[in-house]
């Protein structure tokens, strides 16, 4: 089992920042992709960036240019830097691994507990 335990999240006003950080830990063979999603108040979860092991990013479109997801392989660790923060960013964050826990296991996904961010207009 892989176990992710996300940090960060909080209240800030509009046009501040915040740092997301999400560890995982347990049984990791390797993890290929790791991400944030969120879900907004009444809204369904969504992908807002996505990083591959090689460093390959995609964001959604609502947050290019104001956040930037990286990742410290070593350490099996994503980070998400958010800049310039508007109200519609208010959600809960959700970290995510997809991930082996063994060489010839298949992959699995797996979700943090979630962290919630509130920006304040």
């Known amino acids: 089992q892989v176990q992710l335990v996300e940090s960060g999240g909080g209240l800030v006003q509009a046009g501040g920042s915040l740092r997301l950080s999400c560890a995982a830990s347990?049984?990791?063979?390797?993890?290929?992709?790791m991400a944030w999603f969120r879900r907004a108040p009444g809204k369904q979860r969504v992908l807002a960036a996505k990083?591959?092991?090689?460093?390959?990013?995609n964001y959604a479109d609502s947050v290019k240019g104001r956040f930037t997801i990286s990742r410290d392989n070593a350490k099996n660790t994503v980070f998400l830097q958010m800049n310039s923060l508007k109200p519609e960013d208010t959600a809960i964050y959700y970290c995510?691994?997809?991930?082996?826990?063994?060489?010839?296991?298949?992959?699995?996904?797996?979700w943090g507990q979630g962290t919630q961010v509130t920006v304040s207009s």
């Open positions: 995510n691994a997809i991930a082996r826990t063994n060489w010839a296991a298949p992959l699995n996904w797996y």
């Open positions: 990083i591959t092991s090689t460093g390959s990013t």
């Open positions: 347990g049984s990791i063979y390797d993890i290929p992709t």
